[in-house]
Nanobody
Framework: QVQLVESGGGLVQAGGSLRLSCAAS????????MTWFRQAPGKEREFVAG????????DYLYSVKGRFAISRDNAKNTVYLQMNSLKPEDTAVYLC??????????????????WGQGTQVTVSS
């Protein structure tokens, strides 16, 4: 059974940076595309960024393009989200998700088979 564990969240001032990590374990050979979602209090879960297995294709939420960068290290079974120029509206719990089989990024949460518990990101103004 695949397990995903996020880390790297925290409190940062507006304009600052954070780097999130998501480490996968157990049956990682089945993982293809990996993504980051976020969920703020009272809001729906929102796609943030995704990457296919080789890293050749990425997709981003429009509001984070140019500020966030997703990458992965398959040797370490880890996906990263580098977040720069953070804004208060980026405050949310950030969750890592992975899918098996398709190997292309979709923006629908229902398309993902495995989920982490999330890491809190808080951006103060």
């Amino acid at each position: 059974q695949v397990q995903l564990v996020e880390s790297g969240g925290g409190l940062v001032q507006a304009g600052g940076s954070l780097r999130l990590s998501c480490a996968a374990s157990g049956g990682t050979f089945s993982i293809n595309a990996m993504t980051w979602f976020r969920q703020a209090p009272g809001k729906e879960r929102e796609f943030v960024a995704g990457i296919n297995w080789s890293g050749s294709r990425t997709d981003y939420l429009y509001s984070v393009k140019g500020r966030f960068a997703i990458s992965r290290d398959n040797a370490k079974n880890t996906v990263y989200l580098q977040m720069n120029s953070l804004k208060p509206e980026d405050t949310a719990v950030y969750l890592c998700a992975a899918e098996r089989g398709r190997n292309f990024v979709t923006r629908a949460a229902v398309d993902y088979d495995y989920w982490g518990q999330g890491t809190q990101v808080t951006v103060s103004s």
